[in-house]
């Protein structure tokens, strides 16, 4: 890294490179496994810094969890411009996912970041809350273009939209683990061609 690299580094507000080295080592390594100490070496800011901008390392968690999901929300945003009507609207969740499973990880797609956090987080933990929020917005995102596809069907639509969500799913699931995006790719195809059912 160069000179002008480290200090423009620098220049960056803390927070932000405080969520941005936390995004890194949570999703490589796992929320628990990833410690203070770790995050504000790879920000490259002091200990206290972290205090100043978050009040404990639950917050910094949820911090975290809200960037994934605006991270989420902005691929789908992207997609959503270049759908044409609300079937390539359903589609665009499913592309929006497939966006964030072709970043260039550290150590390779692991599958839904907010569902990996979550896994680790007790029961009550609020992060839980941020994550199932996210998932429920998905499956609605999901039943309103299928209410705009089926305006006289929309109990069908409703049903149809959690079918495609667990579909989205288990496609991240299996991809998580087999450390790639075929497996959303494939369940996007399975997506089309059910909507192509309806």
Same mark, same amino acid.
């Given at each position: 890294?160069?000179?002008?690299?480290?200090?423009?580094?620098?220049?960056?507000?803390?927070?932000?490179?405080?969520?941005?080295?936390?995004?890194?080592?949570? &999703?490589?390594?796992?929320?628990?496994?990833?410690?203070?100490?770790?995050?504000?070496?790879?920000?490259? $800011?002091?200990?206290?810094?972290? &205090?100043?901008?978050?009040?404990?390392?639950?917050?910094?968690?949820?911090? &975290?969890?809200?960037?994934?999901?605006?991270?989420?929300?902005?691929? &789908?945003?992207?997609? @959503?411009?270049?759908?044409?009507?609300?079937? +390539?609207?359903?589609?665009?969740?499913?592309?929006?996912?497939?966006?964030?499973?072709?970043?260039?990880? +550290?150590?390779?797609?692991?599958?839904?970041?907010?569902?990996?956090?979550?896994?680790?987080?007790?029961?009550?933990?609020?992060?839980?809350? $941020?994550?199932?929020?996210?998932?429920?917005?998905?499956?609605?995102?999901?039943?309103?273009? @299928?209410?705009?596809?089926?305006?006289?069907?929309?109990?069908?639509?409703? $049903?149809?939209?959690?079918?495609?969500?667990?579909?989205?799913?288990?496609?991240?699931?299996?991809?998580?683990?087999?450390?790639?995006?075929?497996?959303?790719?494939?369940?996007?195809?399975?997506?089309?061609?059910?909507?192509?059912?309806?």
């Amino acid at each position: 890294m160069s000179e002008t690299d480290v200090s423009a580094g620098r220049r960056r507000p803390a927070r932000k490179r405080l969520l941005e080295a936390a995004a890194r080592r949570f &999703y490589a390594d796992g929320v628990a496994a990833t410690g203070i100490d770790t995050i504000t070496a790879e920000a490259g $800011v002091a200990k206290m810094s972290l &205090y100043n901008n978050f009040a404990s390392k639950a917050d910094l968690v949820r911090a &975290y969890l809200d960037a994934r999901h605006q991270e989420w929300l902005g691929l &789908y945003r992207a997609r @959503l411009e270049q759908a044409d009507g609300p079937r +390539e609207g359903v589609l665009a969740v499913f592309d929006a996912y497939s966006d964030h499973a072709a970043f260039a990880y +550290e150590h390779g797609f692991r599958g839904c970041g907010l569902l990996n956090a979550a896994a680790e987080l007790p029961a009550e933990d609020e992060g839980r809350a $941020v994550v199932r929020a996210h998932k429920e917005e998905v499956e609605r995102l999901i039943a309103g273009h @299928l209410e705009q596809l089926l305006p006289s069907r929309i109990n069908e639509a409703r $049903v149809v939209a959690e079918h495609l969500s667990f579909l989205l799913e288990g496609a991240m699931a299996r991809a998580g683990l087999e450390g790639d995006g075929e497996r959303v790719a494939h369940a996007r195809s399975m997506a089309a061609a059910l909507l192509d059912q309806l």
